[in-house]
């Protein structure tokens, strides 16, 4: 059974950085691409970045480029989400998601997220 454990997240001031990661077990990591949603109180679900199975795609929301960057560690089992620049609209939970399906990105299995506040 594959699960995702996210940690790394936190208070932190607008203007500041926090790195996200999410360890993945119970299946070969290496073959899968891996993402990175947030939800905020009140809000839909958001789709933050995503990495293909061997980091040579990425892709980001519109409101995180430039600022935020997904990486992994197919060693680790490991994927990360680099924030910075962070303001206080960021303020949400953020989840790891993983597809059932090797390299395709409609995601299946979810961790159990981890929040993320941003102070003005």
């Not at 208070?11 to 790195?19: D, M, N």
């Not at 293909?52 to 994927?79: L, M």
């Not at 989840?95 to 995601?107: I, K």
């Amino acid at each position: 059974q594959v699960q995702l454990v996210e940690s790394g997240g936190g208070l932190v001031q607008a203007g500041g950085s926090l790195r996200l990661s999410c360890a993945a077990s119970g299946r070969t990591f290496s073959t899968y691409a891996m993402g990175w949603f947030r939800q905020a109180p009140g809000k839909e679900r958001e789709f933050v970045a995503a990495i293909s199975w061997n980091s040579g795609s990425t892709y980001y929301g519109d409101s995180v480029k430039g600022r935020f960057t997904i990486s992994r560690d197919n060693a680790k089992n490991t994927v990360y989400l680099q924030m910075n620049s962070l303001k206080p609209e960021d303020t949400a939970v953020y989840y790891c998601a993983a597809p059932n399906t090797p390299r395709t990105y409609e995601y299946a299995y979810w961790g159990q997220g981890t929040q993320v506040t941003v102070s003005s």
